[in-house]
Each structure stands twice: as C-alpha cells, then as structure tokens.
C-alpha cells in the first residue's frame, strides 16, 4: 500500500501529465485510484481523467470524470480544491458548447480562489470567453493571470496563459504581440517538459506566420507540430482547421476541403468538443467555397452557423453566415434581399473587428452594382478598401481590389490602373514568399480579376500598347525566377530514388500495396517542396521593357494572344509597332486546337492514312490558324515569330498552320520569359549529352547516330541513363539530347517524367539542377505539354526548365511516333551544328520531312521552347 505522502505526490504529478502526455496520465490516475487515496488525492485523479478524456475528444466521460471530482474536492473541505475543479469543469463545460454553465461554475471558482490559483482559474475563463468571441474581457482576465503566474513563480500556467492570449492577439490583428508571446510560451513548455503544449505553441507560430503571409513557414510549423502531436498520441481538430486555412491561402482548395472532411468525418466516429465540430465545418464550408463548390458550402456554413448559435458564438457564426452569403451569390443569387443580408453581416463583423470584414464589404460592394445601386456599391466598395499598413499581402490586394471596383463604376481610370497595379504588387510580395513553383503558379489566380479589369479597360480604349503590358504583368510569373530548391537536399534525392525504385517495380509488375507506396511517396515529395522558403521581393526578375523588347526582336515579329472576358486578342509588335486585332472567341480557338490534336496522335499511331475520310491536315491547319490567329496571320509576313499563348492554348501544334509551317516559331509562355531567354549565354564548354531511356528500339538507332555526329559527347543508356548519373551530366550542358518514354500528368504535373533505366525523373528532380542546358531536345510523347493553373500559368516538364538557364527546348505537344521521328531528329542536329538557332535549325529539318503523313504529324507535333 502506498503512503499517504507518496499517494500525494503521484496525485500532484497527475495533472501537469493530463495535458503533456493524456493517456499516460489516465493510466497513472486510473492505478492512483484503485489505492483508494483520501478525498484530495481521489479529486485530483478524477480530475486528470477528465482533462485527458478531454484532450482525447471524449467530453462526455470527461465531463463526468470532472462532477466526480468535484464531489471529492467539496468532501475534502479544500476551498483551493474545490476552485480548481470548478475551473476545470467550467472550460470543458464551455468548450462542450454549454457557455452559460461554464461560466457559472468559472465566477464561483473566482470567488473562491487567491493568488496564483486565481491566475489559473482566469485562464480557464478566459478560454470560454475566447470560444464566445469575447475576446477583450478575455485578454482584460489574461492580464490579470500573467500578472499573478508570474509573481508565484508558475511557469506551467504562465506559460498557458501566454498561449492564449497571444492567441487572442492573433485574432485581433495584433501579429508582432501575438508571436512574442509564443515565443515565450514556447520557451516556458520546453523548460517544464509540457510536450502537448510546446507542440500546440509550434502550432501557433504557424498560425502569425500565416498571418503575415508567410505560407511556407506556416506550413513548416504545423507539419512539426503534427508530428509532436501524434508521438504524445493525440488527434488534434485545430490542427486541420489551420492547415485548412494555410492551404487555401496557397491556392490548394482541394487539398483544403480533403484536410476537412477526414478530420469531421473522424470526430464522427470517435466523438469530440462540440466546439470543435462546428470550427471544422466552418473550414470545410471555406474550402468548398474556394474549391468552386458553392452547394456544400452552403450545407457546411449552414450547419456551422446552427452549431455556433446554438453555442452563443457570436464572432464563429457572423462569419459563418458571411461564408454561407458568398457561396449563394457564387450559385447566381442576386438581389435586393441578398444585398441587406450581407451588409447587416458586413456591419456586424466590422463591430466585431473580424479580418472578414473587408471581404463582405466587397462582396456587397459587387452585389450592388449588379443590381443598378451605385451609391450603396460605392459606399460598400469604400469600406471594403479600408486597409492598415502592416496587413498581410492577401488583405491588403482585397483592399486594393475595393479601390479598384469604386473607381472603375466612378470612371476613375487612372485611379482604377493604379489600384490594381498596388494590388498586384502586395500579391508578388505574397507569391515570392514562396519557394515551390506549384505554390507561386496558383497564387496568381488571386491576382485574376485585378489584372481582368485593367484588360479589360486596355481593350475598351483600343490601346494595344496597354493590352501588352497589362497582359505581361501577370502572365507566367512563376517562372521568372527558378524554384527554391537546394540541389544538395539529401532527403528529398533519397526520396526521389525511393519513388523511382517503386514505379520501376510498379510497371513490371503491378501490385496495389505498390501503387499505395508510390502515392505515399509522391506525398512526401511534395509536401517537402511546398515548405521552401521563397527569396521574397528581392528575388523578382524586371518586368518588361517594351523599349528593349522592340530592340530585341529585329525583324522577328511577336504574336501575344490575350484573352479577355472569353475572347482571344492578338497583339502583334512588328518593326516597332505595336498592333491589336481581335480574333474571335477562347473557346472556338480551343476546340480547334483540339481537333488538330486528335488528328495528329490518330496519324502518330498509324491509325488514319491520306484518302482516309476527314479532313485533311492543310484543311485543319487553316481552320486552327483562323481561330487563333485571324487577321494578326496578314502581319506576319514571311519573318520569323515569337508566339505567346495563353495558357489554355499551350499545347497548340503550331507547325500545321500553313503561313507557320516553313519558318522559324518560338513559342514563350510571356514576352519577358523570352526576352529573358536570349540573354542567356551559352557555356564555355561545349559538352553534349545524349541519353537513351529504356523500350525504344527507334531511339536508340536515333542516338547511336547522333553520337557519330557528336564523337566527344557522353552518351548514357543500357543501364547507365539513370537519374543521378543524367542530371549529374545535364547541369550545364551546351546540348542535351533525351530519347525517353514521356509520361504527362495532369492530376500533378510536376510528377510529369521522362523513364530513365531506374524509373521516371520528374520535375522535382530538374528543379535539382543548377543550371539546366542550354538547348534541349526531347524526342519523346508530351514532353512539351504543361497544366495551366492559377490566372495565367503553366506547370509541366518543358515549362520547368525555363526558369533554370535553358535558352530553348524542343518538345512534343501530342504523341508522336518514334520511328517517324528519330530522321526529323538527325536532320534537326545537322542543322544545329551548322550553326542554326533551335527554332531555324527545327523549320529546316520539318520542311524536309515531307510526302508520308506520319513524318509530316510528327514534324507538326514538336514546338520551340524559349528563344
């Protein structure tokens, strides 16, 4: 039998354990009690119970733990005892939904408590009041706790009492305060071993890194803080409520939803705080917002804002029903009743001071105008450009998006341009915080409507100047700058190596314990890069020069299509000047692109000879060149052409249209990424590598004799084309030349690859070069395709090695037939080491293949990358 001292030791050490490690502290508590200590000791085992069960989402049975304890602590005749079970009871009580209860039991532990156990029974209060949204009485009683926890010398409970307020300070706007008392917190928990809540502090970092618009670090914190979460063996819903939150400020509204619906469909089947419930509804119903899902957004808001007012929550359900507004106008709701609804939310989240505001002004703001009201949208749109100096990026582009609306209806020009080119800037500053191309490419889709409306106006004026500039300004811009990534990051090369082992084993051999392990992989993989810190403002590349631009080009004329508000415009600058035709619209331009498409892989697979039924090539090309060029194809002449596409044209075979066919095309995703392009210097050292992928029997007579006509070259195949040794060769080489099986994926385009011997090297391994080639020809399927993303990006394997130092590339748009290609790609090098640039040596080579069908789609079917 235990002592009553040693009893009362281990009871004491009970609850600092309940929160640190729950469910050794349930089995500590659970052997106290089978002792059959006296009063106190039996009330502090109770207690700890209650706090673990809690912890572990049971509230319930904590709740019942805690009134037992409660019981014990009364019997005890401890007052001090008696406070702290009461507090206990009160914030679970609170959390559980039951705030008026709580409460109660929270002003009766006041009362009865001194000195430092006054402290932590404010904490306790102060936490119902935060889930209330009352949150300056609750940072009036955390004051008064740090005060009192810090004179007795209670690191534990200062430490918490930090956590929360600088919680409270987060949701107030108040960044700087909020971080410092985190880090104090943090320090605090390290020094007493309170391993849950260090991981929930780390969690809280990455909630003011978030803040700040620093997404990468957000991400960082909350991936550490769910690894320390799950070795203490806990699941924590605010865990997936913030990395909802971090994932929809990245653009990655799926994953976001994913995140979600796992986490409620967990509390589902393992029970958990009401509370949590509803803030997890909440941002599933913002996801679904951002995921293009208007109905289950208005099913999730509707069903948070119930659970929130249920709970007296005024602060969670005000924006609830400003979530569930948004999602009824993006299903086509408008109107007068819709209009007073979301300016009575508007109102409210103001008085409250939620960072929504602004976004519900705006929303009222569009409302209006829609509806002819332009002295309520002007005054909605004033409010909505309201903004502090010190507001992250995204809000102050929200802000300047207000601007730029109100002086649109007022026919403010030059105000509305400046407008959007402010907003514009805040989201550069946001996307160049991010290292990962993926994460920079989606985050311009923010920046779509500013950039729609100066468009907009540019064509309205008939400026084609304007158009030019306004379309440069927020086209491919994640490509400027190369990706962050070390090429010396040892855990992501061994996992690269991991999924190339599991693929290779995967497609000799299918097996779905295999597939699921390539999927884990791929995970890991881009989870890793997501975290990359971008270089920030400092690291942009200059916008475009239309002076150095026109001085660029020479006798080449540049063909930039813009579209705007679903119709396709040319602009052409030729000899200086610069000209606008309209084309016609998006959509007829890309069904013709893909029927030419289809034509092309049906001739590739030998699947449609001339006499064949359909029309012919010549006949299709002409059809594609009037709907995506139309009357710009009269000023081009018989010169050379820089095209630049929107991102929904980009896989365009633009050799079939006949006024293209003979003569040098490159193809840019922006004006400044070629412009960029011809400055790039060619190495010194004049290496050319040839690589042969495995199962192509055509490309290896293709590379043999390639390697007669580069006799010093490294030629890697039969087993030494694997990744390590071909990216090693790559980095800086003058040449490159890969005959490889291409795989492209559009469900993640950065696994696009080429097969090597040891498996598929995707983008993420390019992205590990230093300097990619300066030419690259790669004579395999889609190699040349990419995913268009956010406002006006591209995704994919060719498109990676812009931003890495390639001056140009050539690769596929459609499937191409190997044996057809493998002369086009030895006529292509003899005009390269004629001395030929990449697009003029390609015309040459393709105007050679004529008379069989099948060389002449696979001639068609390549395209010159860069310049």
């Not at 703001?365 to 903004?387: F, N, P, S, Y």
């Not at 956010?790 to 499937?815: N, Q, T």
Request: charge should be positive; proline fraction near 4%; aromatic fraction near 4%.
């Amino acid at each position: 039998m235990p002592t009553a001292g040693g009893s009362a030791e281990a009871a004491e050490n009970l609850l600092p354990l309940a929160l640190s490690r729950p469910h050794d502290a349930i089995a500590a508590a659970r052997m106290l009690l089978a002792a059959d200590p006296a009063a106190r000791e039996a009330s502090i085992a109770h207690q700890a119970c209650g706090i673990g069960l809690r912890q572990l989402g049971d509230v319930t049975r904590a709740v019942r733990e805690l009134r037992t304890a409660l019981r014990l602590a009364e019997q005890s005749g401890r007052s001090e005892r008696e406070a702290d079970v009461l507090a206990t009871l009160g914030a679970t009580l609170g959390r559980a939904g039951r705030s008026r209860e709580g409460l109660e039991r929270l002003d009766r532990a006041v009362d009865l408590s001194r000195g430092a156990l006054t402290g932590r029974v404010l904490l306790r209060r102060a936490d119902v009041l935060l889930v209330l949204g009352r949150h300056r009485e609750a940072l009036d009683d955390l004051r008064s706790a740090i005060t009192r926890l810090r004179r007795s010398g209670d690191q534990v409970w200062e430490a918490r009492s930090r956590n929360y307020r600088g919680f409270i300070q987060l949701a107030m706007g108040g960044t700087k305060r909020a971080d410092a008392d985190f880090a104090v917190a943090e320090k605090l928990y390290a020094a007493t071993g309170q391993e849950f809540e260090y991981a929930e502090a780390r969690q809280n970092r990455g909630l003011v890194a978030y803040a700040r618009g620093d997404l990468p670090a957000a991400l960082r914190y909350l991936d550490e803080a769910g690894r320390r979460f799950a070795a203490v063996g806990v699941v924590w819903p605010d865990l997936a409520i913030d990395r909802c939150g971090v994932l929809l400020a990245a653009g990655l509204s799926a994953e976001a939803l994913a995140e979600t619906d796992q986490a409620i469909a967990r509390m589902d089947a393992d029970g958990g705080p009401a509370t949590k419930r509803g803030e997890l509804l909440f941002a599933a119903a913002t996801a679904a917002l951002a995921a293009g899902d208007p109905l289950a957004a208005q099913e999730r808001a509707e069903r948070a804002r119930r659970s929130f007012s249920a709970h007296r929550r005024e602060w969670w359900s005000v924006r609830s029903s400003l979530v569930l507004l948004e999602a009824r106008y993006q299903a086509g709701e408008r109107g007068p009743r819709l209009l007073r609804r979301v300016r009575e939310v508007a109102r409210r989240l103001d008085v409250l001071g939620a960072s929504e505001a602004t976004a519900a002004h705006l929303l009222a703001g569009r409302i209006a105008l829609a509806d002819g009201r332009t002295r309520t949208a002007d005054r909605q749109l004033e409010l909505a450009g309201r903004h502090a100096k010190d507001a992250p990026p995204m809000a102050r582009s929200a802000a300047w998006l207000g601007k730029a609306l109100r002086a649109e209806e007022r026919a403010d020009v030059r105000g509305m341009l400046a407008a959007c080119g402010r907003g514009l800037d805040a989201l550069d500053e946001h996307r160049l915080s991010m290292g990962a191309t993926e994460l920079r490419a989606l985050a311009t889709g923010q920046g779509a409507e500013l950039a729609r409306l100066a468009l907009r106006d540019a064509v309205r004026r008939d400026d084609a100047r304007r158009l030019l500039v306004w379309a440069e300004r927020w086209r491919a811009t994640a490509l400027e700058v190369p990706p962050v990534r070390s090429p010396d990051d040892v855990q992501l090369a061994e996992e690269l190596a991991a999924l190339r082992d599991v693929v290779r084993r995967s497609d000799a051999d299918p097996d779905p314990a295999l597939d699921k392990e390539r999927r884990r992989l791929e995970k890991a993989v881009r989870d890793r890069a997501l975290l990359a810190q971008g270089g920030g403002l400092g690291a942009a590349a200059s916008r475009l020069d239309l002076d150095e631009l026109v001085g660029a080009l020479g006798d080449t004329v540049l063909v930039e299509l813009v579209e705007v508000d679903g119709t396709l415009h040319a602009v052409v600058v030729r000899d200086g000047r610069i000209i606008r035709r309209e084309v016609g619209a998006l959509a007829g331009a890309a069904l013709e692109v893909e029927r030419s498409r289809f034509r092309l892989r049906r001739l590739a697979h030998g699947r449609l000879r001339a006499g064949q039924t359909g029309p012919s090539l010549d006949v299709l090309g002409d059809r594609l060149g009037e709907a995506i060029l139309g009357g710009a194809l009269e000023l081009l002449g018989d010169r050379p052409v820089v095209m630049v596409p929107p991102a929904r044209l980009q896989a365009l075979p633009w050799g079939l249209v006949p006024e293209l066919a003979d003569r040098p095309v490159n193809v840019v995703p922006s004006a400044a990424a070629w412009v960029r392009a011809r400055q790039v210097r060619p190495p010194t050292d004049r290496r050319v590598v040839l690589v042969l992928g495995p199962g192509l029997s055509a490309g290896r007579t293709e590379v043999l004799r390639l390697a007669e006509q580069y006799p010093d070259a490294t030629v890697l195949a039969d087993g030494d084309a694997t990744a390590e040794k071909v990216l090693r060769e790559l980095d800086g080489a003058w040449i490159a030349h890969i005959a490889a099986h291409g795989t492209f994926r559009a469900d993640s385009p950065l696994f696009s690859s080429l097969r090597l011997d040891d498996g598929p090297l995707t983008v993420y391994d390019f992205e590990r070069l230093r300097r990619a080639p300066y030419r690259m020809v790669l004579s395999s399927c889609d190699s040349g395709l990419a995913k268009p993303v956010g406002a006006d990006e591209l995704l994919g394997l060719s498109s990676s090695l812009i931003p890495l130092g390639a001056a140009g590339i050539l690769a596929s748009v459609v499937p191409v037939n190997d044996p057809a290609t493998a002369p086009l790609m030895l006529a292509l090098h003899d005009n390269l080491r004629a001395g030929q640039p990449l697009a003029a040596a390609f015309a040459g080579a393709r105007s050679a293949a004529r008379g069989d069908p099948v060389a002449l789609a696979a001639g068609r079917s390549f395209v010159a990358l860069g310049a």
